[in-house]
């Protein structure tokens, strides 16, 4: 068994990356701007610092100026993609760089926020644009370590030692690398996740439709089979009425098995297990389950055995959209990786209903075996599919209240993906109405 890969509907893909709305980059700048202009004023004013003030403030009026073209050029519920946002953080790197310049370089305390638009784009950019960023403040901070005006300061003459000099540069260049990479993966797991549990939605949905479209087959089946039995008694009492050899009764003959062709199908459709939400087919005994979910999801080469290691009454469980895709999900991964036979084994007792699947294939590869069950994880890569298939049959198996446990037997050949519910969750009572559960998530 391997993982299924190509559940989720084409349209959904890996996550966007570098997407940002335009009033999100425009409210960080107004922020830097009014903390730069405050800092310079403090200083100046308060402190009485001797600062450049005119070169610091043109630098910080640059900044107003990219916002003003920003807001004349874009709306500010547009979006910026990932080249046009990594160059306006780069505007905001090298905007810093030259205050810091005129302002002491890195003796300069806030020389420390270097590390916001690095961060910023470790969270919204690909990784491409954050390594780029990261490099970008690596070289400013290393240029501004050498060339940068004095720190301003009461006493003339006041220098820190190189040694407290070398410190910062390393601390700077040291906490962008690690924030920049920990901010990116923290990021790239929840942009992961995000897109993956809407996958598994999607799927779901597409199950449920599927569900509600046999629930209203079944309701067919019982609504029209009244109608459809008076026209079939109306049509042999005329039969009675007509000589056979006329042409009146050689057309109701043929009405006649019309009808009949037409009860044959609602027949069918009224016994199909599939018919979702119709109370008969919906409430089955857990091995009856079982053996739907075989029939179909398995294929025609592949020998699927289905055994019951229980010898009490199975219980009864509701035909949820959950189960069967989740099960479904899993019974096809082991019908495609298996060499000869797929094997299910479910048994229960009086706390516990459990279900082993397994095949007689290769196995899960061992380096994914701990993760299997987080989104993206393939044993096929390069295949354009998005490794969805386990991701999805776990979230829907632990809505149900159930467990996934993996692990590979005959000394690594073959995969058995074992499933666990408590009794009390999974089981129906004979009087609980089909519409409650026992429980709400996973």
């Known amino acids: 068994m391997a993982l299924t890969d190509g559940i989720a509907p084409p349209e959904l893909t890996r996550p966007a990356m570098g997407q940002v709305r335009v009033r999100t980059l425009l409210a960080i700048r107004w922020l830097a701007i009014a903390g730069q202009v405050a800092a ?3 200083v100046d004013v308060f402190l009485d610092f001797e600062l450049p003030m005119l070169p610091a403030m043109a630098a910080i009026a640059a900044s107003a100026v990219v916002n003003f073209w920003i807001i004349a050029r874009y709306r500010l519920n547009d979006w910026h993609h990932d080249r046009a946002a990594a160059i306006y953080l780069a505007f905001d790197i090298v905007q810093l760089a030259v205050l810091l310049y005129l302002t002491g370089g890195l003796d300069n305390p806030f020389a420390l926020l270097f590390l916001v638009p690095v961060t910023i784009s470790a969270t919204i950019l690909s990784l491409r644009s954050a390594v780029y960023l990261g490099l970008l403040a690596f070289i400013c901070v290393s240029l501004l370590a050498v060339f940068h005006l004095p720190l301003p300061w009461p006493e003339p003459g006041f220098r820190l030692p190189p040694l407290y000099d070398a410190a910062i ?3 700077l260049v040291v906490g962008t690398t690690l924030l920049m990479f920990y901010a990116w993966r923290v990021a790239e797991e929840s942009r992961r996740m995000s897109d993956a549990l809407a996958a598994t939605q999607a799927t779901l949905s597409k199950e449920q439709e599927m569900s509600a479209l046999g629930g209203l087959a079944a309701a067919a089946a019982h609504e029209l089979g009244t109608p459809l039995g008076t026209i ?3 049509t042999k009492e005329l039969l009675h009425d007509q000589p056979p050899d006329g042409e009146t009764h050689a057309d109701l003959e043929v009405l006649n098995g019309e009808v009949a062709r037409c009860r044959d199908i609602l027949a069918s459709l009224a016994r199909n297990p599939s018919a979702g939400t119709d109370p008969a087919v919906s409430r089955m005994a857990f091995d009856a389950l079982i053996s739907d979910a075989a029939d ?7 020998e699927m055995r289905v055994t019951a290691k229980a010898t009490t009454v199975a219980p009864l469980v509701r035909r949820s959209p959950e189960i069967i895709q989740g099960l479904g999900n ?10 000869n036979r797929v094997d299910l084994e479910f048994t229960w007792d009086e706390t516990l209903v459990e279900l082993s699947i397994a095949d007689d294939g290769p196995g899960f590869p061992p380096n994914i075996l701990g993760i299997l069950g987080d989104p993206y994880i393939s044993t096929r890569p390069g295949s354009g599919r998005m490794g969805l298939g386990v991701f999805i049959s776990k979230t829907l198996l632990e809505r149900t209240g159930g467990s996934l446990h993996f692990f590979n037997h005959k000394q690594g050949q073959g995969a058995t993906v074992v499933i666990r519910w408590p009794r009390h969750i999974i089981e129906l009572t004979e009087d609980q109405p089909m519409g409650s559960t026992k429980h709400d998530g996973g």
């Open 40 to 42: 310079l004023l403090v």
């Open 169 to 171: 540069w390393i601390s």
């Open 232 to 234: 079939a008694l109306i």
């Open 296 to 302: 179909l999801y398995g294929d025609d080469e592949t």
């Open 330 to 339: 899993l019974i096809e991964n082991a019908a495609e990786f298996s060499a």
